[in-house]
């Protein structure tokens, strides 16, 4: 379905280095996801752990870890 390919997008530019692109596929992939199955579904959770590793991934810590 469309939001499983829009996730898979998002794996796809996150394993490349394309934060930004993966960031935008995943909030479309996770609001098809929530809106459909809501936010337990596991696709659902799955879609955000993704979508807020993407988003630590291109916002780099400046804690000194």
């Known amino acids: 379905d469309i939001a499983d390919s829009l996730n898979s997008l998002g794996d ?3 394993a490349s280095g394309d934060f930004n692109k993966a960031i935008a596929y995943y ?3 996770y609001a098809m ?3 459909i199955y809501g936010a337990e ?15 630590n991934q291109a916002t780099p810590s400046t804690s000194g870890e």
Not at 41 to 55: D, F, M, N, V, Y
């Open 12 to 14: 796809a530019y996150q």
């Open 27 to 29: 909030k479309q992939s």
């Open 33 to 35: 996801f929530l809106e």
């Open 41 to 55: 579904h596991p696709s659902t959770q799955t879609t955000k752990k993704h979508l807020e590793l993407a988003k």
